[in-house]
């Protein structure tokens, strides 16, 4: 408002003052708009660097953030710092008016306490939680008083890894406002030397490209990028910053010999990357889920992904391709030679992939080590060629074996070690924690490829970083009287354009020299010889000293250490997960590593209703249930539990679940109706498909209860445009189609194929219904003591495959098959001291929430699993269009 009131003034003048007093008054407003451009919500962040220092492919990190409050009371100032996954947090600090805050690195359980007891006192914020693909994100905010300054320092470390031929490290750039002093700094210090040093940013213009200082000559690389004030605009006369994206760095070093060693201080680091090795012959089999619920665009791009992958496919290759949905089909009996001839009639194949039925993923996955394994046996394959499973999967296996300790037991036994098994885990309707497990424990690792537009693109890049293999069985290996706390050291594969790194500690701290062994299998022959390195030839290549950062070596050993234990622990079970466990706690918190094992305590200043915090590190299967950054949260215990997959259900008396996988999180709500009230639950005139509910209560009113339990007695399942309609109980199913009637009991096993439908039956447990191009659905089944005084059987639904139906689908779970926003505010105790309240913004309203949790029965109908959820009041009001009764329908079709 002071602007226009100036303007206003302005615009009188000139009748009354002369043009110098105009002048005045104009320099005076632009001086003013210039210093309102660096101010947003009375805060200014005049300050931020970002300083790497690169010794060894290992980087060192450092974000420094300082901000002043102009304002006339206190504010609150954020710190929002986007890091890559792969990232460790090492250190966290904010200065407040000379006043520093460290952040306290403890165990995870610990701090856990720490943290609840806090939350019982109304404070405390969650830190750090998954943002992206390759990124999660630490944010921490403060009040501070009128005219304080703030200083944020935040240190993260990570081992770069070499791909493609090059190392890549990537900061996220995205100060949101304008900053008067903005910084990148990236020093690279590499004793082999280095050969090429690029740096790009996805929000960088032509302009802002000249500004990048980019140099390096031998051992030293440099660059820098400084933008003025003006240049961090989106527009001359705009005062958004054009700084929002990545910042890319990339390099690779002198290769004169296979390897590279270096010795300091006791520990030692062996970089082996050999180049210009013969690629070796490759034998992939593509297993590929064909399911219903790969129909529509995931199965398109899975197409066009596998015939971009057959243009790059080499004649000497072998491959196959297996599908599998409620059936398995394979292409070919066996292996084939990549020919012109043969890749031809595989284009016309894969043109060819369409979707049906359910998931027999065991059925899949056996068929192809089974025919791996037959083509060794048998010699169709060259003896010396590198054999990969690539298996990709939207859903979880529901027919044949379903249990997945089970089918990893069996693909464990079946592959012996012998080829990696490489899972590909498509979107988020995945169990991704079995995926991972299973390819760990087979010599391969777990890939989430992403449901956006690129999926097709992700689904080639990961191909390409296993598509050229050069060595078989790499085994490095160091006298075992020398060396003590090794790295892992045996590798079956070594691809084209990668690195393997291998770090140990001497046993003999003052010993200077070292010998390795080296062992693989190459496409002609046998690779084998010996290296030495010795610390004075380390010493003289690390004489720059001010690119060194304190004992480094040591410090890449204990990331890498730290990173291996943490991946063999997730295939671990027993005694010995609990020794990789105490292992790794011990040296995450001796180096003061956040990992999944500890977390950082940071402490506020008390005054201004500041809380104190707690971060976590994420992991990919264990996505975070927390919410964007607020002023307090709920108990850990809530926020660090991970959703089995994102899907839609109700269940209970009734709850309904709703994800929000954006958010990584959900919304629950209760419908309180009386018994014999038929719900709308899903609606879509596109598809004919429709599913509504009938509630049964308990045996004889509980006269204690001010409101009496109801359930799902039956459900009515339809898909018009077939004429289908299924009729669920606790008691039966009933099919009909047309005038003819099919019916089955909850004692049945039963696989139903017939058109528009596929049904499962598993006995006393659930059915698994597909129908409509891919939608699925899971009806489990609750049984209680049959003599029971109150509770009696009663029926949950869960949608597997919404993303199936048309954007017209409604109902009380159908609505929130589009997506929905909220947004979560004012974390406060609540009366269940278990339980805080919330105020959430969601639809143009404002609700009083409580987080709790509500049950997931579709694995286990007894018991379920608890799932973290932000509770809607008063059947949903605020949340779902209109109000409940407007969807009482008159009868279940």
């Given at each position: 408002?002071?602007?226009?009131?100036?303007?206003?003034?302005?615009?009188?003048?000139?009748?009354?003052?002369?043009?110098?007093?105009?002048?005045?008054?104009?320099?005076?407003?632009?001086?003013?708009?210039?210093?309102?451009?660096?101010?947003?919500?009375?805060?200014?962040?005049?300050?931020?660097?970002?300083?790497?220092?690169?010794?060894?492919?290992?980087?060192?990190?450092?974000?420094?953030?300082?901000?002043?409050?102009?304002?006339?009371?206190?504010?609150?100032?954020?710190?929002?710092?986007?890091?890559?996954?792969?990232?460790?947090?090492?250190?966290?600090?904010?200065?407040?008016?000379?006043?520093?805050?460290?952040?306290?690195?403890?165990?995870?359980?610990?701090?856990?306490?720490?943290?609840?007891?806090?939350?019982?006192?109304?404070?405390?914020?969650?830190?750090?939680?998954?943002?992206?693909?390759?990124?999660?994100?630490?944010?921490?905010?403060?009040?501070?008083?009128?005219?304080?300054?703030?200083?944020?320092?935040?240190?993260?470390?990570?081992?770069?890894?070499?791909?493609?031929?090059?190392?890549?490290?990537?900061?996220?750039?995205?100060?949101?406002?304008?900053?008067?002093?903005?910084?990148?700094?990236?020093?690279?210090?590499?004793?082999?030397?280095?050969?090429?040093?690029?740096?790009?940013?996805?929000?960088?213009?032509?302009?802002?490209?000249?500004?990048?200082?980019?140099?390096?000559?031998?051992?030293?690389?440099?660059?820098?990028?400084?933008?003025?004030?003006?240049?961090?605009?989106?527009?001359?006369?705009?005062?958004?910053?054009?700084?929002?994206?990545?910042?890319?760095?990339?390099?690779?070093?002198?290769?004169?010999?296979?390897?590279?060693?270096?010795?300091?201080?006791?520990?030692?680091?062996?970089?082996?990357?050999?180049?210009?090795?013969?690629?070796?012959?490759?034998?992939?089999?593509?297993?590929?889920?064909?399911?219903?619920?790969?129909?529509?665009?995931?199965?398109?791009?899975?197409?066009?992904?596998?015939?971009?992958?057959?243009?790059?496919?080499?004649?000497?290759?072998?491959?196959?391709?297996?599908?599998?949905?409620?059936?398995?089909?394979?292409?070919?009996?066996?292996?084939?030679?990549?020919?012109?001839?043969?890749?031809?009639?595989?284009?016309?194949?894969?043109?060819?992939?369409?979707?049906?039925?359910?998931?027999?993923?065991?059925?899949?996955?056996?068929?192809?080590?089974?025919?791996?394994?037959?083509?060794?046996?048998?010699?169709?394959?060259?003896?010396?060629?590198?054999?990969?499973?690539?298996?990709?999967?939207?859903?979880?296996?529901?027919?044949?074996?379903?249990?997945?300790?089970?089918?990893?037991?069996?693909?464990?036994?079946?592959?012996?070690?012998?080829?990696?098994?490489?899972?590909?885990?498509?979107?988020?309707?995945?169990?991704?924690?079995?995926?991972?497990?299973?390819?760990?424990?087979?010599?391969?690792?777990?890939?989430?490829?992403?449901?956006?537009?690129?999926?097709?693109?992700?689904?080639?890049?990961?191909?390409?970083?296993?598509?050229?293999?050069?060595?078989?069985?790499?085994?490095?290996?160091?006298?075992?009287?020398?060396?003590?706390?090794?790295?892992?050291?045996?590798f079956k594969h070594f691809y084209d354009g990668s690195e393997i790194v291998v770090a140990g500690r001497f046993i003999d701290h003052n010993q200077n020299s070292l010998t390795v062994d080296v062992r693989g299998e190459g496409a002609n022959d046998a690779l084998s010889y010996t290296t030495q390195q010795d610390t004075e030839q380390t010493a003289k290549a690390f004489q720059e000293q001010e690119y060194?950062?304190?004992?480094?070596?040591?410090?890449?050993?204990?990331?890498?250490?730290?990173?291996?234990?943490?991946?063999?622990?997730?295939?671990?079970?027993?005694?010995?997960?609990?020794?990789?466990?105490?292992?790794?706690?011990?040296?995450?918190?001796?180096?003061?590593?956040?990992?999944?094992?500890?977390?950082?305590?940071?402490?506020?200043?008390?005054?201004?209703?500041?809380?104190?915090?707690?971060?976590?590190?994420?992991?990919?299967?264990?996505?975070?249930?927390?919410?964007?950054?607020?002023?307090?949260?709920?108990?850990?215990?809530?926020?660090?539990?991970?959703?089995?997959?994102?899907?839609?259900?109700?269940?209970?008396?009734?709850?309904?679940?709703?994800?929000?996988?954006?958010?990584?999180?959900?919304?629950?709500?209760?419908?309180?109706?009386?018994?014999?009230?038929?719900?709308?639950?899903?609606?879509?005139?596109?598809?004919?498909?429709?599913?509504?509910?009938?509630?049964?209560?308990?045996?004889?009113?509980?006269?204690?209860?001010?409101?009496?339990?109801?359930?799902?007695?039956?459900?009515?399942?339809?898909?018009?445009?077939?004429?289908?309609?299924?009729?669920?109980?606790?008691?039966?199913?009933?099919?009909?189609?047309?005038?003819?009637?099919?019916?089955?009991?909850?004692?049945?096993?039963?696989?139903?194929?017939?058109?528009?439908?596929?049904?499962?039956?598993?006995?006393?447990?659930?059915?698994?219904?597909?129908?409509?191009?891919?939608?699925?659905?899971?009806?489990?089944?609750?049984?209680?003591?049959?003599?029971?005084?109150?509770?009696?059987?009663?029926?949950?639904?869960?949608?597997?495959?919404?993303?199936?139906?048309?954007?017209?689908?409604?109902?009380?779970?159908?609505?929130?098959?589009?997506?929905?926003?909220?947004?979560?505010?004012?974390?406060?105790?609540?009366?269940?001291?278990?339980?805080?309240?919330?105020?959430?913004?969601?639809?143009?309203?404002?609700?009083?929430?409580?987080?709790?949790?509500?049950?997931?029965?579709?694995?286990?109908?007894?018991?379920?699993?608890?799932?973290?959820?932000?509770?809607?009041?008063?059947?949903?009001?605020?949340?779902?269009?209109?109000?409940?009764?407007?969807?009482?329908v008159s009868s279940l079709f």
């Amino acid at each position: 408002m002071e602007n226009h009131l100036l303007l206003c003034i302005l615009l009188l003048i000139p009748t009354f003052a002369s043009s110098d007093v105009l002048v005045t008054h104009v320099r005076n407003i632009k001086k003013r708009n210039a210093d309102n451009d660096l101010v947003v919500n009375g805060i200014e962040i005049y300050s931020m660097k970002i300083d790497s220092k690169i010794t060894s492919r290992f980087a060192h990190n450092v974000i420094t953030s300082q901000a002043v409050n102009r304002g006339n009371v206190h504010k609150e100032v954020v710190f929002d710092v986007e890091l890559p996954k792969t990232a460790f947090i090492t250190n966290f600090s904010m200065t407040i008016d000379g006043v520093t805050y460290p952040g306290t690195i403890k165990e995870k359980e610990v701090a856990k306490k720490q943290y609840e007891k806090a939350v019982s006192k109304g404070q405390t914020a969650g830190l750090v939680k998954a943002s992206g693909r390759k990124t999660e994100k630490f944010t921490v905010s403060v009040n501070i008083a009128a005219a304080s300054e703030v200083t944020f320092e935040l240190t993260y470390e990570e081992l770069l890894k070499r791909q493609f031929g090059k190392y890549e490290m990537f900061i996220k750039v995205k100060p949101k406002q304008l900053v008067k002093d903005f910084e990148i700094e990236v020093d690279i210090f590499e004793p082999q030397g280095i050969t090429e040093l690029e740096a790009e940013g996805t929000f960088i213009t032509n302009d802002l490209q000249n500004i990048i200082e980019k140099k390096f000559s031998d051992k030293k690389g440099h660059i820098s990028f400084k933008p003025s004030l003006d240049q961090q605009r989106t527009c001359a006369n705009c005062s958004q910053s054009a700084l929002d994206g990545d910042f890319t760095v990339r390099y690779d070093v002198k290769r004169t010999t296979p390897d590279n060693l270096q010795i300091v201080n006791g520990y030692f680091v062996h970089f082996f990357a050999p180049t210009d090795l013969p690629k070796l012959p490759k034998n992939v089999i593509f297993v590929i889920d064909i399911s219903g619920s790969m129909s529509g665009r995931e199965i398109q791009q899975t197409r066009e992904a596998l015939l971009k992958i057959l243009d790059d496919i080499k004649e000497d290759d072998f491959f196959n391709f297996i599908l599998f949905g409620s059936e398995v089909h394979t292409w070919k009996e066996t292996l084939i030679k990549a020919t012109p001839e043969n890749l031809d009639e595989a284009r016309k194949f894969v043109q060819g992939i369409d979707t049906e039925g359910l998931t027999n993923l065991y059925g899949g996955i056996m068929r192809g080590i089974n025919m791996l394994n037959a083509a060794h046996e048998e010699n169709l394959v060259p003896k010396r060629s590198a054999s990969i499973i690539i298996m990709l999967t939207d859903g979880q296996p529901n027919v044949g074996i379903s249990n997945t300790q089970d089918i990893q037991a069996h693909v464990k036994k079946a592959t012996e070690g012998k080829y990696p098994l490489y899972n590909l885990g498509f979107g988020y309707g995945v169990d991704y924690n079995f995926l991972e497990k299973m390819a760990l424990e087979n010599k391969g690792l777990a890939r989430r490829i992403y449901p956006d537009s690129d999926a097709a693109l992700q689904l080639q890049g990961f191909y390409d970083e296993v598509s050229n293999p050069m060595l078989t069985d790499v085994e490095l290996n160091y006298p075992e009287n020398e060396i003590s706390d090794l790295t892992k050291n045996s590798f079956k594969h070594f691809y084209d354009g990668s690195e393997i790194v291998v770090a140990g500690r001497f046993i003999d701290h003052n010993q200077n020299s070292l010998t390795v062994d080296v062992r693989g299998e190459g496409a002609n022959d046998a690779l084998s010889y010996t290296t030495q390195q010795d610390t004075e030839q380390t010493a003289k290549a690390f004489q720059e000293q001010e690119y060194i950062f304190g004992d480094y070596i040591e410090r890449l050993w204990a990331y890498l250490t730290i990173e291996q234990l943490l991946e063999k622990r997730i295939a671990a079970t027993g005694e010995e997960k609990e020794n990789l466990t105490a292992k790794a706690l011990d040296l995450s918190l001796k180096y003061k590593f956040v990992t999944p094992l500890t977390s950082m305590v940071v402490t506020k200043p008390e005054d201004f209703d500041n809380q104190d915090g707690i971060a976590d590190k994420p992991t990919e299967g264990q996505g975070l249930m927390g919410v964007n950054r607020v002023s307090a949260a709920p108990p850990l215990s809530y926020l660090y539990t991970a959703h089995p997959t994102w899907y839609t259900s109700v269940d209970g008396d009734p709850h309904f679940i709703v994800s929000v996988p954006q958010k990584e999180d959900a919304i629950c709500f209760n419908i309180n109706e009386n018994p014999g009230a038929v719900l709308k639950l899903i609606n879509d005139p596109v598809t004919g498909i429709t599913i509504n509910g009938e509630l049964i209560g308990d045996k004889r009113a509980n006269s204690d209860a001010k409101i009496q339990n109801t359930y799902f007695g039956k459900l009515g399942i339809a898909n018009k445009h077939l004429d289908l309609k299924l009729t669920v109980t606790p008691e039966k199913i009933t099919i009909q189609n047309g005038n003819e009637k099919t019916g089955f009991t909850w004692l049945d096993s039963v696989t139903l194929q017939q058109e528009g439908l596929t049904l499962i039956i598993n006995s006393k447990k659930n059915l698994v219904l597909s129908m409509g191009g891919g939608v699925s659905f899971v009806v489990v089944l609750h049984e209680v003591w049959k003599k029971h005084p109150l509770h009696q059987d009663f029926l949950g639904l869960y949608t597997l495959q919404s993303d199936k139906l048309s954007e017209q689908t409604h109902g009380l779970l159908g609505q929130f098959f589009h997506p929905i926003d909220f947004t979560i505010l004012e974390i406060h105790p609540g009366s269940d001291p278990e339980k805080p309240d919330a105020t959430m913004l969601v639809k143009n309203n404002e609700l009083t929430v409580t987080r709790g949790w509500q049950k997931d029965f579709r694995r286990d109908p007894k018991h379920g699993v608890d799932i973290p959820c932000w509770f809607v009041h008063n059947n949903g009001a605020g949340l779902i269009d209109g109000v409940h009764t407007d969807y009482i329908v008159s009868s279940l079709f």
